[in-house]
Nanobody
Framework: QVQLVESGGGLVQAGDSLRLSCADS????????MGWFRQAPGKEREFVAA????????IYVDSVKGRFTISRDNAKSTVYLQMNSLKPEDTAVYYC???????????????WGRGTQVTVSS
């Protein structure tokens, strides 16, 4: 019953911030680990961040550590990705997904949303 919808993307300049939201219209993901991935044109989908059910355990890819923060509000069935100090290399379509198995490759996740475009100009 998980139905994920990402929002909050846009076109920004380097150094700007964006907050992405991932809402579950089915409101059933409260007990799942959740994650964010991104995919740039011509590249493989890349893991960005993940969070456990309570929000107390997070993990990030090295390239975004210190700049991005994943959080969740289970009462709103929503996961967030706060992105600060954006760089042109952050340009990608950002997807949220449910973690169904151990690991942080795309194969460990499912119930993908349609994605939201983030474009960072230099």
């Amino acid at each position: 019953q998980v139905q994920l919808v990402e929002s909050g993307g846009g076109l920004v300049q380097a150094g700007d911030s964006l907050r992405l939201s991932c809402a579950d219209s089915g409101r059933t993901f409260n007990n799942y680990r959740m994650g964010w991935f991104r995919q740039a044109p011509g590249k493989e989908r890349e893991f960005v961040a993940a969070i456990n059910w309570s929000g107390g355990d997070t993990i990030y890819v090295d390239s975004v550590k210190g700049r991005f923060t994943i959080s969740r509000d289970n009462a709103k069935s929503t996961v967030y990705l706060q992105m600060n100090s954006l760089k042109p290399e952050d340009t990608a379509v950002y997807y949220c997904a449910v973690q169904y198995s151990t690991g942080y490759s795309s194969a460990n996740f499912g119930s993908w949303g349609r994605g939201t475009q983030v474009t960072v100009s230099s």
